[in-house]
């Protein structure tokens, strides 16, 4: 045996030889032999796979000895054989929990990669194998979101409304930072569903630009990024109303005011009866707003205006959600629990809204212990200049003036303070919340009846400061008293909490525009009642 194999090797080594030595001769380059010997290998792997494709399979030891004589098993041996596996049927595999074991007849052969070439004897029982082990179990999630997809939309609102209320305790989290939450495992689980769960519809009824068009720059951009990236979202948006468990009316109060309102009228009835209008429109048209009064519509609005353009339709004012900037508790319109507070964010550069974000000093160079530059309209900011003006430890002033603002810019100042002052203007929001957050300044909210944007999941008191109108003469004893350590948690904690705060034009988990949405679901969860209960 051992003699033909060196035999056949050196048959083959002298056919290479001469092939090479036939290939020279005919003066082939390099390219031609490549190609001529990749042609040879195919060739020889078909040939190859040829000659396998007609085994003989042995059977069992005793085959070969009851029916082939010797001549027959020595030629045998020394062709290719292929042993046939059979896979038992699906029905046929025991249950793990049974004493019963797989059998399986194993044939006898020479073990491969002897070196002797010997044969292993053995008798003629067959081989007990093992039950094979149970097949991983299907992921929750997916058999979760599999279960959701069957249920009407109000069945998988319940159904989530009770997930949460069971949510698992979780007190640590890869992707979110504990400490800035109220209840992390509720918010972890509500947002889990919510990826799961949520499909929005938005209506198409509505010309541009009122409808449809994103004012993307300046302080009330917040509407309209939310616009946009909800009109982008191939996640979260239907095309098929019936499997819709939230409903968007996507106009603009921004572009509502630039369209009707007429300069110096001091009245918003063109704005308030247009939406009138157009809310009985789409109740007339559609069956959802009727099925539920409204209350499982939402509209976004970052301008002052956004809540007293709700005043001429009754269910739109209060069944609707609002997502509003001005979340103000004290005009009776916005209701904490069912409507959203929006973050105002100031977006200069559409194309880059991260830009500026971030790259706050170190703490060690902070050495302003409180900012504040704006315009003095509303009743709070005159009664912060009156009592802080010409403090030396705190920088408070009308309009960052000119000389100052050569030697350092608005947002340097930000960056080189240990606070930032965020009082209320005209209405109670600020877009300096926000931009204290992005320079690593810690926030103080001078805002009495403002609800807080994502206070039912965000512990505001973990990176901010909050403080009543009435206490501004108190203000620096306030902010002195507050240890060192507590400090630079808060200072800590506004650099983890920026992520929830930033608008990215292809939406990430946890950002902005998901914070927002989240919100909105969160709080409709809260309006459903199971009849069950009831």
Same mark, same amino acid.
């Given at each position: 045996?051992?003699?033909?194999?060196?035999?056949r090797?050196?048959?083959?080594?002298?056919?290479?030889?001469?092939?090479?030595?036939?290939?020279?001769?005919?003066r082939?380059?390099s390219?031609?032999?490549?190609?001529? !010997?990749?042609?040879?290998?195919?060739?020889?792997?078909?040939?190859?796979?040829?000659?396998?494709?007609?085994?003989?399979?042995?059977?069992?030891?005793?085959?070969?000895?009851?029916?082939?004589?010797?001549?027959?098993?020595?030629?045998?041996?020394q062709?290719?054989?292929?042993?046939?596996?059979?896979?038992?049927?699906?029905?046929?595999?025991?249950?793990?929990?049974?004493?019963?074991?797989?059998?399986?007849?194993?044939?006898?052969e020479?073990?491969? !990669?002897d070196?002797?070439?010997?044969?292993?004897?053995?008798?003629?029982?067959?081989?007990?194998?093992p039950?094979?082990?149970?097949?991983?179990?299907?992921?929750?999630?997916?058999?979760?979101?599999?279960?959701?997809?069957?249920?009407?939309?109000i069945?998988?609102?319940l159904?989530?409304k009770?997930?949460?209320?069971?949510?698992?305790?979780?007190?640590?989290?890869?992707?979110?930072? +504990?400490?800035?939450?109220r209840?992390?495992?509720?918010?972890?689980?509500?947002?889990?569903?919510?990826?799961?769960?949520?499909?929005?519809?938005?209506?198409?009824?509505?010309?541009r630009?009122?409808?449809?068009?994103?004012?993307l720059?300046g302080?009330?951009?917040?509407?309209?990024?939310?616009?946009?990236?909800?009109?982008?979202?191939k996640?979260?948006?239907?095309?098929?109303?019936?499997?819709?468990h939230l409903?968007?009316?996507?106009?603009?109060?921004?572009?509502?005011?630039?369209?009707?309102? +007429?300069?110096?009228?001091?009245?918003?009835?063109p704005?308030?009866?247009?939406?009138?209008?157009?809310?009985?429109?789409?109740?007339?048209k559609?069956?959802?707003?009727?099925?539920?009064?409204?209350?499982?519509?939402?509209?976004v609005?970052?301008?002052?205006?956004?809540?007293?353009?709700t005043?001429?339709?009754?269910?739109l004012?209060?069944?609707a959600?609002k997502?509003?900037?001005?979340?103000?508790l004290?005009?009776?319109?916005f209701?904490?629990?069912?409507?959203?507070?929006?973050?105002e964010?100031?977006?200069?550069?559409?194309?880059?809204p991260?830009?500026?974000?971030?790259?706050?000093?170190?703490?060690?160079?902070?050495?302003i212990?409180?900012?504040f530059?704006?315009?003095?309209?509303?009743?709070?900011?005159?009664?912060?200049?009156?009592?802080w003006?010409?403090?030396?430890?705190?920088?408070?002033?009308?309009r960052?003036?000119?000389?100052?603002s050569?030697e350092?810019?608005?947002?340097?100042?930000?960056?080189?303070?240990?606070?930032?002052?965020?009082?209320?203007?005209y209405?109670?929001?600020s877009?300096r919340? +926000?931009?204290?957050?992005?320079?690593?300044?810690?926030?103080?909210?001078?805002?009495?009846?403002?609800?807080?944007?994502?206070?039912?999941?965000?512990?505001?008191?973990?990176f901010s400061?909050?403080?009543?109108?009435?206490?501004?003469?108190?203000?620096?004893?306030?902010?002195?008293?507050?240890?060192?350590?507590?400090?630079?948690?808060?200072?800590?904690?506004v650099?983890?909490?920026?992520?929830?705060?930033?608008?990215?034009? +292809?939406?990430?988990?946890?950002?902005l525009?998901?914070?927002?949405?989240?919100?909105?679901?969160?709080?409709?969860l809260?309006?459903?009642?199971?009849?069950?209960?009831?």
């Amino acid at each position: 045996m051992q003699k033909k194999h060196r035999s056949r090797n050196s048959q083959s080594l002298f056919l290479m030889k001469e092939l090479f030595l036939w290939c020279v001769r005919l003066r082939m380059n390099s390219r031609k032999l490549i190609f001529a !010997g990749a042609m040879t290998t195919v060739a020889a792997a078909l040939l190859h796979l040829w000659f396998l494709s007609h085994p003989l399979t042995v059977s069992s030891y005793n085959s070969l000895n009851g029916s082939m004589r010797p001549s027959q098993l020595s030629e045998t041996l020394q062709e290719p054989r292929i042993y046939r596996i059979q896979h038992l049927p699906a029905n046929s595999i025991i249950s793990q929990n049974s004493s019963i074991e797989v059998m399986q007849s194993v044939p006898v052969e020479g073990r491969a !990669g002897d070196s002797n070439g010997k044969r292993w004897k053995t008798d003629d029982k067959s081989k007990v194998i093992p039950t094979p082990p149970p097949p991983p179990p299907r992921s929750p999630t997916l058999s979760l979101q599999r279960y959701i997809w069957t249920l009407t939309p109000i069945e998988a609102l319940l159904f989530a409304k009770k997930e949460i209320d069971h949510a698992p305790i979780i007190t640590e989290d890869a992707e979110l930072y +504990v400490p800035l939450f109220r209840n992390i495992s509720v918010f972890k689980r509500s947002y889990e569903l919510m990826e799961m769960t949520l499909r929005v519809y938005i209506y198409s009824n509505g010309k541009r630009p009122i409808f449809h068009h994103p004012y993307l720059r300046g302080i009330y951009a917040s509407e309209g990024w939310f616009m946009k990236l909800m009109r982008g979202n191939k996640h979260f948006v239907t095309e098929d109303p019936e499997k819709a468990h939230l409903f968007y009316l996507p106009y603009s109060v921004r572009q509502l005011q630039l369209a009707l309102y +007429v300069p110096n009228s001091h009245s918003m009835k063109p704005l308030t009866n247009f939406l009138r209008d157009y809310v009985n429109m789409i109740a007339a048209k559609y069956p959802f707003w009727n099925r539920t009064h409204g209350s499982d519509h939402f509209f976004v609005a970052c301008h002052d205006w956004g809540p007293y353009t709700t005043v001429a339709h009754t269910e739109l004012k209060e069944n609707a959600i609002k997502v509003l900037c001005n979340a103000d508790l004290s005009e009776g319109i916005f209701v904490a629990g069912k409507d959203v507070s929006l973050p105002e964010t100031t977006i200069k550069f559409p194309k880059k809204p991260q830009r500026h974000i971030g790259g706050g000093n170190r703490v060690s160079q902070r050495p302003i212990l409180a900012f504040f530059a704006g315009y003095m309209h509303g009743r709070v900011r005159p009664i912060l200049l009156k009592y802080w003006k010409d403090d030396e430890d705190m920088k408070i002033y009308r309009r960052l003036p000119h000389l100052v603002s050569k030697e350092m810019s608005y947002i340097q100042h930000m960056k080189s303070s240990r606070y930032c002052i965020c009082p209320m203007g005209y209405e109670v929001n600020s877009p300096r919340i +926000v931009e204290a957050i992005y320079y690593e300044c810690v926030p103080v909210i001078i805002a009495d009846n403002f609800v807080l944007p994502f206070s039912e999941v965000l512990d505001w008191s973990a990176f901010s400061v909050v403080i009543p109108e009435k206490d501004i003469p108190k203000l620096k004893e306030i902010l002195l008293a507050i240890p060192l350590r507590k400090y630079l948690e808060m200072q800590v904690n506004v650099k983890m909490v920026q992520k929830h705060f930033v608008w990215h034009p +292809v939406p990430i988990k946890y950002d902005l525009f998901h914070m927002v949405l989240h919100s909105i679901w969160f709080n409709r969860l809260n309006q459903i009642q199971d009849p069950q209960s009831q």
